[in-house]
């Protein structure tokens, strides 16, 4: 049985920071991400890594404040936000692929999904 569990997220002023993780139980060597849903908007690719290091993928609207890193021993991922703006409000659903190949051609389905969690920032 493949799992992602995630955990992370909560309410946070703007400027602020949030670490997501996410852990992947059942698969070995896919890729682990995020996409997230903000309400009235599309769903976007947020950030994905793959068991190969290399494999990645991050968004232009997080580039500079995002960083996602990897810990295979554990198969988690990591989501650093920092610099956090309301713009960045929405559900944050952790996603696992065999590679990030999708996030790049902007897929919105994928493989395997976590339970979500809610990111809020707002003063």
């Known amino acids: 049985q493949v799992d992602l569990v995630e955990s992370g997220g909560g309410l946070v002023q703007p400027g602020g920071s949030l670490r997501l993780s996410c852990t992947l139980s059942?698969?070995?060597?896919?890729?682990i991400g995020w996409v997230r849903q903000a309400p009235g908007k599309e769903r976007e690719g947020v950030a994905c890594?793959?068991?190969?290091?290399?494999?990645?993928f991050q968004g232009d609207s997080v580039k500079g404040r995002f960083t996602i890193s990897r810990d295979n021993a554990k198969n988690t991922a990591y989501l650093f936000m920092n610099n956090l703006k309301p713009e960045d409000t929405g559900v944050y659903y952790c996603?696992?692929?065999?590679?990030?190949?999708?996030?790049?051609?902007?897929?919105?389905?994928?493989?395997?999904w976590g339970q979500g969690t809610q990111v809020t920032v707002s003063t």
């Open positions: 996603v696992s692929d065999p590679l990030c190949d999708g996030f790049h051609a902007g897929a919105e389905a994928h493989d395997f």
């Open positions: 059942g698969l070995d060597y896919y890729a």
């Open positions: 890594i793959g068991r190969n290091q290399g494999n990645r």
